[in-house]
Nanobody, 125 residues
């Protein structure tokens, strides 16, 4: 059974850091593009970052602050989030899609086939 499980969310103060994990079971993450999305209350789910076939992509709002990486041995993808801002508060989801997702499509939900349940990130003092 294909499953993605996010973890690592929590409450953090502004300028703090968190590392989110996306662990896969039932399939090998290395063969898929993995995206991170987030959804704040009352807002659309938006693409945050993606790692695909050796390429990485970031939303403009997180460039320079977030880093996506993959540990194939652990079948896990990470999202390191630094210099967090209150505007980063949202539920974060990881998703898996075809091995290659290009720069023009990584940010769209329709590019991905499998989704996790999400982990909440709250940035507040």
């Amino acid at each position: 059974q294909v499953q993605l499980v996010e973890s690592g969310g929590g409450l953090v103060q502004p300028e703090g850091s968190l590392r989110l994990s996306c662990a896969a079971s039932g399939f090998t993450l290395a063969y898929y593009a993995i995206g991170w999305f987030r959804q704040a209350p009352g807002k659309e789910r938006e693409g945050v970052s993606c790692i695909s076939d050796g390429s990485t992509y970031y939303a403009d709002s997180v460039k320079g602050r977030f880093t996506i990486s993959r540990d194939n041995a652990k079948n896990t993808v990470y999202l390191q989030m630094n210099s967090l801002e209150p505007e980063d508060t949202a539920r974060y989801y990881c998703a898996a899609g075809p091995a290659v997702i290009g720069s023009s499509s990584w940010m769209y939900r329709r590019s991905y086939n499998y989704w996790g349940q999400g982990t909440q990130v709250t940035v507040s003092s």
